[in-house]
């Protein structure tokens, strides 16, 4: 069983930054794929980045390509999202999902509902 925390999330104005934190406990991650959803009221989740269990591996949606950078600390169990340059629409409640995936170090490909593990999310607001 993996528990997952998110924090970080708060109100930040239009350009700002915020660096989202995912930790887990219960298990390393040092075998999990990670990936950050982000879901809007009255919207399905959506995939915002995900990475591998090494770290070398990490994938981003368009919307938030060369805004968002994700990170792991495999030594702390936990994932990080700096997310930079942030416009009204990257408000939602963002939450990390995680994926056993033995050896193989790319990113989960797999849909939200078949995640083993997620977090509760934390809610950012981008507003002015």
């Known amino acids: 069983q993996v528990r997952l925390v998110e924090s970080g999330g708060g109100l930040v104005q239009p350009g700002g930054s915020l660096r989202l934190s995912c930790e887990a406990s219960?298990?390393?991650?040092?075998?999990?794929?990670i990936v950050w959803y982000r879901q809007a009221p009255g919207k399905e989740p959506e995939k915002v980045s995900c990475?591998?269990?090494?770290?070398?591996?990490?994938d981003y949606a368009e919307a938030v390509k060369g805004r968002f950078t994700v990170s792991r600390d495999n030594a702390k169990n936990t994932v990080y999202l700096q997310m930079n340059s942030l416009k009204p629409e990257d408000t939602a409640v963002y939450s990390c999902?995680?994926?056993?995936?033995?050896?193989?170090?790319?990113?989960?490909?797999?849909?939200?509902?078949?995640?083993?593990?997620w977090g509760k999310g934390t809610l950012v607001t981008v507003s002015s």
């Open positions: 219960g298990s390393t991650l040092d075998y999990y794929g």
């Open positions: 999902a995680v994926r056993f995936m033995a050896v193989d170090s790319s990113c989960p490909n797999v849909g939200y509902y078949a995640m083993d593990y």
């Open positions: 990475i591998g269990s090494s770290g070398s591996a990490t």
